[in-house]
């Protein structure tokens, strides 16, 4: 691998790898390395431009075994692996074959994000993010969140040493609450919905000139985290693209990112590009990607959230026109589960594979098994659902659904009477 442009960039520009510039996403219009998210003339949101080495898969392999192994395809300064991060990534794809059984099919796979060290896919984007934000002089780290992404950012900042301050919707569920309040941090809870969190830190981040909001004022490169779990998918699979991967949606990112992943290995030369289908994934109380796309629009409509997978309760989501690009481009589907369907998938997928989801991997299941009785996803293509997170962080939805017995007496006679009433 080649150090690229930190050679011979610009004085003062910062270092972010090889990184070249943002465009817009909208017009095109491109400008240098900065604390910039959106257009200039059209308001559009900005993207990471890069002039990527040549790169190998043994290079690749004999990095370290987290997203950091990805490091000369992300906007972070060369020597990343050397400084103090969660270092997140490099979860587990498991072969899901009690969960194929049960549904019909051929070659399925989780990838298993809950394994990160905050428990959900965020903690790449933010450790992205931090890396950017650092380089670009914040001294803040800070978020609007449904939950998740407060766990990640305060736990990062507690481990480089800096501030954080996160905001969440005060209904949020007590575990993501706690387990942010943890880390020390500012954690401020707001009486409103997601999107009312959101304006509030849009005018904060305008108010804080060295705060850095990882999903609003780097949002190009916290944004660039989620290729890493295109890529970790393809290089678990021996270096193969699935032909067929179900993505929850929130804002939308994760979503356009895997496919934006697998983009970048194909045009590498570091997979064979292979046609692949992306599904997106979102609650019936919380759906509207899947309302755009079952109506043909470009746009997405933005709707008032109720549902209890609150870590996809986004009700105006960023990057909602962008899914629909990818998954019209790709031939995929965007389609909606109801919350009892959520609750009846993170039992089979707990009771069949030995995995507790948080509500979003019950949304990602449920759809999946929807799009299959539908006909509208291959049964026989290999196939890629993301548990985005732990089903520990949401005990409160899942309690209604799931049996807790009564004590019994240390005795032989209570346990027999008890067993009885058990199948086993
Ligand atoms: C945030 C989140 C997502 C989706 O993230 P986006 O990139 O905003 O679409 C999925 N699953 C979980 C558990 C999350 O916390
Ligand atoms: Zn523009």
């Known amino acids: 691998m080649t150090a690229q442009n930190e050679g011979t960039r610009a004085p003062g520009a910062p270092r972010l790898g090889n990184a070249t510039g943002l465009s817009c ?31 190998t898969r043994e290079a690749i392999e004999a990095g370290p075994r987290s997203i ?18 969660t270092e997140p990534g490099y979860t587990k794809l498991i072969r899901a074959d009690g969960l194929a059984a049960e549904l019909g099919m051929r070659r399925l796979w989780i990838k298993d994000d809950s394994g990160n060290p905050t428990h959900s896919f965020k903690d790449r984007v933010v450790a992205v993010a931090l890396a950017a934000a650092t380089e670009l002089g914040f001294k803040v780290l800070a978020c609007p969140s449904t939950g998740n992404l407060a766990n990640a950012v ?18 949020l569920e007590e575990q993501k609450i706690i387990a942010t309040a943890v880390y020390g941090g500012m954690l401020v809870t707001v009486d409103g919905t997601y999107d009312d969190v959101n304006r509030l830190a849009s005018e904060l981040a305008g108010e804080h000139e ?50 934006k992943g697998f983009t970048e290995l194909a045009a590498l030369g570091l997979v064979e590009e292979t046609p692949w289908r992306v599904f997106g994934a979102q609650a019936t109380g919380c759906a509207p990607v899947a309302e755009a ?3 043909g629009w470009d746009v997405v409509r933005p709707v008032k959230p109720s549902t209890i997978a609150k870590s996809l309760a986004i009700g105006n989501p960023a990057d909602g026109p962008y899914v629909l690009d990818v998954v019209r481009r790709t031939g995929g589907v965007v389609a909606d589960v109801s919350d009892d369907e959520v609750l009846d998938s993170i039992k089979l997928l707990a009771r069949t594979q030995g995995i507790f989801g948080e509500t979003a991997g019950g949304v990602t299941l449920g759809v999946l098994r929807k799009l299959l009785a539908a006909g509208q996803l291959d049964p026989d293509a290999e196939t890629v659902i993301i548990n985005s997170g732990d089903g520990l962080k949401t005990l409160d939805a899942i309690e209604p659904a799931v049996t807790v017995p009564t004590a019994i007496k240390p005795s032989l006679e209570a346990f027999q009477a008890a067993f009885e009433g058990v199948a086993v």
């Open 68 to 85: 950091w192994r990805y490091a000369p395809l992300l906007p972070v300064p060369h020597d990343i692996a050397s400084r103090p991060t």
């Open 154 to 171: 305060a736990a990062a900042a507690a481990q480089a040493g800096i501030r954080s301050v996160v905001m969440v919707p005060a209904n």
């Open 293 to 295: 796309f079952a109506k």
């Open 25 to 55: 996403r909208e017009c095109g219009k491109t400008t240098g390395l900065g604390p910039y998210y959106a257009c200039d003339d059209c308001f559009g949101p900005l993207e990471v431009s890069y002039d990527f080495p040549r790169l």
């Open 210 to 259: 060295d705060w850095a909001f990882v999903n609003v004022n780097v949002r190009p490169y916290y944004a660039e985290g989620s290729k890493t779990l295109g890529f970790e998918i393809a290089e678990q699979l021996g270096w193969r693209l699935p032909g067929q991967i179900v993505v929850p949606i929130a804002s939308g990112a994760q979503l356009v990112k895997i496919d």
